[in-house]
């Protein structure tokens, strides 16, 4: 695989003509340390029945070459290069581009856990008029975070939905048009799911490791610098 210089580029990895259980949408920016890990951990899922679609919000350091060999060693992943579009177009490019029955995530600094995809699977193929299923975190660092609605007050993260448990059935994703493009997209989202009348559940299969160390998370950012310190980290890195 050869890189280009384009803004847009993607692997030449597609998937094959049955769509997989799942699609798992990763987007990282300037993370190659940290997405590896976050890569090798979907390879040790005991479910194997995914693609893996790697979402770079243009990465300027080694992500690319940490990346590169892990999808030519597995036709299950697959690489997108978007230059500087914010975490929730980045989710969206992984809606449009992924074919699974179920769309879920992972952020680049967080890991499964090898049963996490198993457990959701067992649970959905028994549910199967779930279209929104959420929970099942393991908290690594702060257990609390800026309120979306007031950044300079901290909330318990088991008073808040993390989009990285997300696992929303394709034809709810297509109904909702995906993420909104604003701070707390996925409690955006969720807000909007149940609003519309989604089926929404929560497992409490804690499967998800959630790293709430790294200083340029979103939540991290907000925190130091309110809402509009994301601006500033973006125009910073653009």
Not at 135 to 156: H, L, N
Request: proline share 3%.
């Amino acid at each position: 695989m050869t890189r280009v210089a384009v803004d847009e580029r993607s692997s030449a990895n597609f998937s094959s003509a049955i769509p997989p259980f799942f699609s798992i949408i990763l987007p990282t920016y300037n993370r190659h340390r940290l997405v590896e890990n976050a890569i090798q951990s979907v390879l040790a899922q005991t479910f194997d029945d995914w693609e893996l679609l790697v979402i770079d919000d243009g990465s300027s350091d080694k992500t690319f070459d940490v990346v590169e060999t892990l999808i030519l060693a597995d036709k299950r992943l697959r690489y997108h290069f978007a230059k500087n579009r914010g975490l929730a177009e980045v989710r969206n490019l992984g809606l449009m581009m992924g074919t699974g029955r179920y769309f879920t995530f992972l952020d680049s600094d967080d890991e499964y856990k090898p049963e996490h995809l198993a457990a959701r699977a067992e649970y959905l193929k028994r549910h199967t008029n779930v279209e929104l299923l959420h929970g099942g975190v393991e908290i690594i660092g702060p257990v609390v975070v800026a309120d979306k609605r007031d950044p300079t007050t901290r909330i318990s993260i088991s008073e808040c939905v993390i989009g990285g448990t997300f696992v929303i059935r394709r034809d709810l994703a297509e109904r909702l048009h995906g993420f909104r493009d604003l701070y707390g997209d996925d409690a955006d989202f969720f807000a909007r799911a149940d609003h519309a009348g989604a089926n929404i559940q929560k497992i409490d299969v804690r499967t998800y490791i959630y790293n709430r160390m790294e200083p340029d998370s979103l939540c991290a950012i907000v925190e130091r610098e309110g809402i509009e310190g994301i601006a500033k980290f973006r125009n910073s890195n653009g």
